[in-house]
C-alpha cells in the first residue's frame, strides 16, 4: 500500500523454519538514503539542524538525504553535502559502506560517506528551514555521549570512521 511519494507498506508471506504456515510481516519500503560525514577547510564537522515531524523536533544531523533518481550513491552524497553545508568535496570521497538501517521494519539501504577535504561554495544559501552549523570532533563526540546527537545510522558512521583513523 502506498502512503506517499516516500513511503509504501508491503506486506511479506514468509514461511519460517520451526513454525507452521505462512505469516505475514509488514515493511516500510522507502528510498535509499546517502550520508557524508565531512570535515569542512577549518577541521570542523558540518550538522544539519532541521524540525523532523517524525520525532516532533529539531535534530542535528550529517548532511545527507534520499538517493531516489538516476545518480549513484556517491553523487547524492556530493550533492546534499553542497546543498545543506555550502561545501564541494575536493578530492574524493571515501566509501564508509552500505547498510541496512532497520531489518525488522526497513527495506532501504543507507549508504555512507567520509570527505575529508572540502572548500566552501561562494555564494551558497541554506535550504529553507535548514540550518547548517559546524562543530569540532571531540565536540560532537561529546554531543553522541550526551544524547544531543541521537540519529543511530549517522553515529555508526562517525564511529566507522573513527574505527578507520579517518577522525
Known amino acids: 500500500m502506498r502512503l506517499s511519494p516516500w513511503v509504501t507498506v508491503t506486506a511479506k508471506h514468509v514461511r519460517l523454519p520451526g ?3 505462512v505469516h505475514v510481516y509488514h515493511a516500510l519500503r522507502q528510498h535509499d538514503y ?3 560525514l565531512a570535515l ?3 577541521g570542523r564537522v558540518p550538522l544539519v539542524r532541521q ?3 517524525a520525532v516532533e523536533r529539531e535534530t542535528l544531523e550529517l548532511p545527507g538525504g534520499l538517493h531516489d533518481g538516476e545518480d549513484t550513491p556517491e553523487r547524492t552524497a556530493v550533492v546534499e553535502l553542497a546543498e545543506e553545508a555550502g ?3 575536493v ?3 571515501v566509501p564508509l559502506g552500505c547498510f541496512d538501517p532497520d531489518t525488522g521494519r526497513l527495506e532501504n539501504r543507507f549508504w555512507g560517506y567520509f570527505a575529508p577535504r572540502t572548500e566552501r561554495i561562494a555564494d551558497w544559501t541554506p535550504e529553507p528551514g535548514v540550518a547548517c552549523e559546524t562543530i569540532a570532533v571531540d565536540e560532537l ?3 553522541i555521549d550526551e544524547g544531543r546527537f541521537t540519529m543511530a545510522p549517522h553515529i555508526a558512521l562517525i564511529g566507522l570512521a573513527r ?3 579517518l577522525l
Open 19 to 21: 513454525r507452521d504456515g
Open 34 to 36: 546517502t550520508t557524508v
Open 40 to 42: 569542512d577547510p577549518d
Open 51 to 53: 524540525y523532523r515531524p
Open 87 to 89: 561545501l564541494r568535496v
Open 91 to 93: 578530492g574524493a570521497l
Open 141 to 143: 563526540i561529546a554531543a
Open 163 to 165: 574505527m578507520r583513523g
